[in-house]
RNA sequence: CGGGGUGUAGCGCAGCCUGGUAGCGCAACUGCUUUGGGAGCAGUGGGUCGGAGGUUCGAAUCCUCUCACCCCGACCA
């Protein structure tokens, strides 16, 4: 393609709306143009580079036994109603109607419609088990959408589907896509580390992400020193600490602590430890509230208490903490509190004897003893995990956390929509049975940007060849001169003829905007074809990697070419 | 949804406080020179100052409303 007759538009500065890396350079390579927030177009070279990763995904999908179709964006309300979803999804899912008022959602995902599907289409063992995969538009209108195309409303996944007979056979199905996960990003030239992540309320025995590590990250990943533990924060369990016993505590003492709410303002006023403090959070299941405890020093995982509940969980408003405790926010405490499950992080009892709200404007409660003071009605791990805790699967290491981006995520369902959905099939003793399916999405669009986070450097991206939107980028630096050009065009013609993709820049520009626009853009090998050089029958041959400059005859850069295009995409290939 | 910020030429910005009819750099266009790391000189074109309403003799500037985009948060009592 030549750069004079493509569509190929560069920004010399930073639009001042962006602020990730791989945005920046996305926008500025000319790559993608944001339309509204969170929308993007794809501008050819974007295009392209999203099209080599989407065709990575499909061979490995192929290779491990996925079949692709493609289904509808526009999804009728009905199936969304029968999978209980519609009252589940909330203002996340666009919905709309048509000419008729009938309702219609924009897929934010389509388990719904695949089982549907299935359920039509399959009733026997014998037809099991089935893996579907589609790449595909979806649409989710995000809280916020952040950092250019890693967090858009509109964007393009890959979402692949499982339907196994059994919990066995959906193991099965789950390795391999969790084996072709593997092997997929790393083609595109992504760290991606699998990491236990989870299931979420609705169930599901199994679940991986897998994260590229970033700075613009909005997970968060726990890792073990020591071991090869790895899983997202918010399922890291918390090790329950030793209890200490409360049966020496001093009588129950009322102090007047006006104005002090939180943890730090009343452990410095009563100059006590924050660990020795109980902190009484007041959350709601969207029923009734209930009470959760947790030691002043830690944090509570609201994925924990939803999990220990069964139901997705909020905290009160200021109007239901009143209400239940009797007091403004900043001064609950579970002694005397009725008429409320409390439930307690395992942390509680490594308290003893503690401080607490008196559930009474400006005053809290001092020697409070477990068991003597209140009474708690479940215990559980409801801790979220914090840097330095003991790993909670070999007790040795220390946890660390890095920030990463979710570009995958492998899911065993279960049977909750076959069971909504009606995807039963009919077994060997003839009995019907519902399929036990796995979920598997890859966010194409995202992946593409996480490339260009890990690949780049000050002066712009470094594309990795499996991604790259061409291999070779030729740059004519006289495309005035006859023979400059002639010479160009015949490269141009040979290294395409050896089967690479080439960009020949034709542009009448002068040499260094075309330097830079190539260090911008960031095709991996250049060739640099100059008058100068030309006289001596030398031209330039550049590795985008290192842009170290050898001079090399003509005659040679398809060879040379050849040869690092090889030796490359070994690197890329496990 | 809450808080903060920004909207002025294609891009990046100044002007706003203290009202007097819009400017800088880059880009674009023309000419000459230049031609291996974002050229020089000379000239040209381009702006509903996000939108609506108001105050005023007069509004980019002050006031009200509104829209868009960005950032932080939407979890700790």
């Known amino acids: 393609m030549k750069q004079s007759s493509g569509f190929f538009p560069t920004l010399r500065e930073a639009p001042k709306e962006a602020e990730a890396k791989s945005h920046v ?6 790559l993608i143009r944001q339309l509204a927030a969170g929308l993007y177009i794809y501008l050819p070279l974007g295009w392209r580079a ?19 179709v493609l289904m509808p964006s526009l999804q009728p309300d009905l199936l969304w109603k029968q999978s209980g979803r519609w009252d589940v999804m909330g203002p996340e899912m666009m919905r709309l109607q048509d000419r008729n008022e009938r309702e219609f959602v924009l897929g934010p995902t389509h388990e719904e419609v695949i089982t549907s599907l299935v359920a ?21 209108d995000e809280i916020r959408p952040r950092f250019g195309v890693v967090r858009a409303r509109e964007f393009i996944m890959k979402d692949g589907y499982s339907f196994d007979v059994d919990d066995d056979g959906a193991g099965v199905s789950y390795q391999a896509m969790y084996d072709a996960y593997a ?7 992504l760290t991606a580390m699998p990491v236990e992540a989870d299931t979420g309320v609705m169930g599901g025995s199994r679940s991986h992400e897998f994260m590229v590590p970033a700075e613009i990250g909005e997970s968060e990943i726990v890792s073990c020193g020591a071991c090869d533990y790895r899983a997202n924060r918010e399922l890291t369990e918390s090790s329950a600490p030793e209890s200490v016993s409360s049966a020496n505590a001093l009588p129950l003492e009322e102090v007047h602590t006006p104005n002090q709410r939180t943890i730090e303002e009343v452990a410095a006023f009563l100059k006590v430890e924050p660990a020795s403090m109980i902190k009484t959070l007041i959350f709601t299941d969207g029923e009734k509230p209930f009470v959760v405890l ?22 009160a408003s200021p109007e239901t903490i009143q209400q239940v405790t009797g007091a403004p926010v900043g001064f609950a405490g579970p002694v005397g509190l009725t008429g409320v499950d409390v439930w307690a992080d395992l942390s509680i009892k490594s308290i003893g004897v503690g401080v607490t709200g008196a559930n009474k404007a400006d005053y809290h409660l001092k020697n409070v003893a477990i068991d003597r003071d209140f009474t708690v009605d479940r215990w559980a791990d409801l801790r979220l995990a ?8 070999c007790g040795k290491g220390t946890l660390s956390m890095t920030l990463g981006i979710e570009v995958g995520h492998v899911f065993v369902l279960g049977t909750k929509y076959s069971t909504a ?15 036990v399916m796995g979920c598997y999405g890859i966010g194409v669009s ?14 712009g991206i470094v594309w990795p060849v499996t991604v790259a939107p061409y291999h070779v980028h030729l740059l004519n630096l006289s495309p005035k001169s006859e023979e400059v050009t002639k010479a160009s065009a015949e490269l141009y013609d040979g290294l395409r003829a050896a089967g690479f993709s080439v960009l020949l820049d034709d542009r009448d520009e002068r040499p260094g905007v075309k330097f830079n626009d190539a260090d911008l853009l960031g095709l991996p090998y250049r060739v640099i074809v100059g008058e100068k050089g030309l006289k001596s029958g030398q031209i330039e041959f550049v590795q985008r990697k290192s842009l170290e400059k050898e001079p090399i005859a003509p005659a040679d850069v398809i060879a040379r070419v050849k040869g690092l295009y090889a030796e490359e995409l070994s690197r890329f290939t496990p």
């Open 446 to 459: 995202r992946t593409l940007a996480a490339v260009v986070e890990e690949n780049s450097d000050d002066k």
């Open 294 to 315: 947790m030691r002043g020093d830690c944090a509570v995982n609201e994925i924990k208490v939803a999990k220990a509940v069964g139901k997705p969980v909020e905290l």
């Open 183 to 189: 092997r997929l990003f790393h083609r595109c030239g």
């Open 25 to 30: 350079l996305m926008l500025r390579a000319g």
């Open 386 to 393: 914090e840097p330095g805790d003991v790993c909670p699967k």
């Open 421 to 435: 959905l009606n995807a039963v099939y009919t077994d060997e003793k003839g009995e019907r049975r519902p399929m």
């Open 50 to 68: 999203l099209r080599n990763v989407e065709a990575i995904v499909r061979e490995e999908m192929d290779a491990a036994g996925a079949i692709e």
């Open 120 to 140: 039509s289409e399959i009733r026997s063992y014998r037809d099991l088990p089935k893996n579907l995969y589609q790449i595909q538009t979806k649409f989710r």
